[in-house]
């Protein structure tokens, strides 16, 4: 399948990028080359191959699936510039 300057125009416009002409003929061939090869890869022979969910066999460790408070509140509080009562200390806002 090959593309034209005006298939290319299409897209910019599709996109919203502004492509000159220049541009627009080098990649109508870009864009057809890439094409090209992706129409080889569907002659490919894959009758018998299994379908692959990942392309690796490693199953990822999973952990407990519990809400905690993540027992990190003085650790937190110490960044604070202030705080009170477990809380930070904010500036009052009134409007």
């Known amino acids: 399948m090959a593309l ?3 298939a ?3 897209i ?4 919203r990028i502004a492509v000159s002409e220049e541009e627009k003929e080098h990649f109508a ?3 057809s080359g890439i094409l090209q090869w992706v129409e080889q ?3 490919v022979n894959t ?3 299994p379908l692959m969910t990942s392309v690796s066999h490693m199953k990822l460790p999973l952990r407990s699936d519990v809400a905690t408070d993540g027992n990190q ?3 937190i509080l110490k960044n604070a510039p202030d705080s009170d009562y477990g809380c ?3 500036p009052k806002v009134m409007e």
């Open 12 to 15: 910019a416009r599709l996109a």
């Open 47 to 49: 009758e018998g191959v």
């Open 88 to 90: 930070f200390v904010v």
């Open 41 to 43: 890869l569907s002659e």
């Open 73 to 75: 509140q003085e650790a």
């Open 8 to 10: 290319v125009a299409k």
């Open 4 to 6: 034209d300057s005006q």
């Open 29 to 31: 061939k870009e864009i």
